[in-house]
């Protein structure tokens, strides 16, 4: 009975520390293979982690069987790092050791101490072993293929950086010259503490959407707790701002200078890497060039799909032009979604503007080139989004222009067409 009430009081302790949360529970079987892999050491994705991280992933599928025993003799080899992951493992490990004696002596009924053990859960605390193991997991069966959401990739971008909220991962892909997308990186990555899409400053939500990373915050400019360096991206954008989204402050950030692990949502609202995995990715951060990308459950490999949706974006795109260049403004401004802005211009506005400009032209002619197209994850109130950003070059009898534009295209559905929500130009990038 000693050891179990030592038991007790540690996970107690826990409890108090980090609140409770609901089992997860699997069968042994379940993990057979991965664990398979873990002990042959074979697979590349395997040589590549740490004595220390395979010991968390082996303790961690040994607390999801059931097996504390067994974790236990794991993490006794690692109990010097001194690492919190490891002692929230044990202290789990304890837990279910007190549970099972208990089990195991015939009581039945201890009242509140039974009561606050039962529901002393550690795995809201363990959110990041959990994280850890999924993402080895899917690493294992691999993501295979390209991201079905970078539709086409224009000699301005960069790369693209895949905030995938469910699967607490970041993708980051660059376009090779053939035109292809080779995967950069996969890491383990923080969000916001809510789940869901950021609404309001201080809802402690991630936002969803496409952005760009448009500072570089470091030196005297960042506080420690964010780590070594730190890169806002541009939201609220014109899609927020025309839904009423407010808030600011959204960062790719490191850890505090004195932490070493956090669990799946810890922020406010950022994006929180490993300070030295940051390190290392930061390197590949191209002000305005790197698009991010945020969402749930990333679809890959389904090149049949990301055709459809290129295609039916291409062909879209090249009717609006076609109806510039016509002169027809009512077929050139049915290519329009009823809840269009331009700046301060609505959709009647634009019209009229339109209509006008177009009375005084004798040709007209448009040209996109150095084009990319991001199908956006999310679901908005007017259907699904595409962001498209190319540079257009114009030409008229009176009038010539050459610059970047960006569109905010709608659909409700595949058997409609694509609209164009909000028409923007970019300066100063």
């Keep these: 009975m000693k050891h179990l009430y030592s038991c007790f009081y540690i996970c107690l ?7 409770s949360a609901t089992a997860v529970s699997a069968t042994e079987n379940q993990f057979e293979w ?9 697979n590349i994705t395997v040589k590549r982690l740490s004595r220390q991280e395979r010991i968390i992933l082996l303790a961690t599928i040994s607390l999801k069987s059931n097996k504390p025993d067994s974790a236990l003799r794991l993490l006794l080899r690692a109990r010097e790092s001194k690492d919190p992951l490891i002692a ?10 007190a549970l099972e004696a208990m089990r195991e002596s015939g009581v039945n009924n201890m009242g509140k101490q039974q009561r606050m053990l039962q529901s002393a859960d550690l795995n809201g605390g363990l959110g990041e072993a959990e994280a850890r193991l999924n993402a080895f997991i899917s690493n294992l069966q691999r993501v295979k293929g390209e991201p079905v959401n970078v539709l086409l990739a224009g000699k301005s971008m960069a790369n693209v950086f895949m905030f995938d909220k469910a699967r607490n991962r970041l993708f980051v892909f660059r376009p090779t010259q053939s035109g292809a997308l080779q995967k950069v990186t996969d890491e383990y990555v923080v969000t916001g503490t809510t789940e869901g899409d950021k609404r309001r400053r201080g809802d402690g939500k991630t936002p969803h959407g496409v952005y760009r990373f448009v500072e570089k915050l470091q030196g005297k400019k960042l506080h420690s707790r964010y780590g070594p360096v730190a890169f806002p ?3 609220p954008n014109e899609l927020d701002a025309l839904h009423k989204k407010n808030g600011s402050g959204i960062w790719l950030h490191g850890y505090p200078l004195n932490v070493d692990r956090r669990p799946p949502q810890d922020t406010r609202g950022c994006f929180s890497l490993d300070n030295e995995r940051l390190s290392s990715i930061a390197r590949h951060v191209r002000l305005h060039r790197s698009w991010v990308i945020v969402g749930n459950n990333f679809v890959f490999g389904r090149d049949d799909l990301k055709q459809q949706i290129l295609a039916s974006v291409q062909r879209d795109i090249e009717a609006w032009r076609q109806d510039w260049v016509s002169l027809d403004s009512k077929a050139y401004l049915s290519h329009y979604h009823q809840k269009f802005r331009s700046g301060k211009r ?9 209509t006008k400009l177009n009375e ?7 040209e996109f080139t150095d084009m990319t197209l991001i199908h956006d994850p999310n679901r908005w109130p007017e259907g699904e989004v595409v962001v498209a950003e190319f540079i257009q070059s114009y030409r008229s009898n009176n009038y010539q222009d050459h610059g970047r534009k960006r569109l905010y295209l709608v659909r409700s559905d595949a058997s409609h067409a694509w609209q164009i929500l909000i028409e923007e130009a970019i300066l100063n990038e």
């Design 13 to 19: 302790f826990a409890l108090l520390t980090l609140g």
């Design 34 to 42: 991965v664990v398979d892999e873990l002990k042959a050491a074979t």
């Design 88 to 97: 929230l493992l044990e202290a789990e490990a304890y837990r279910q050791q």
């Design 233 to 235: 991206i541009d939201y």
């Design 346 to 354: 609505g959709l009647t506005a634009w019209k009229r503007h339109k």
């Design 360 to 366: 005084r032209k004798s040709f007209v002619e448009v």
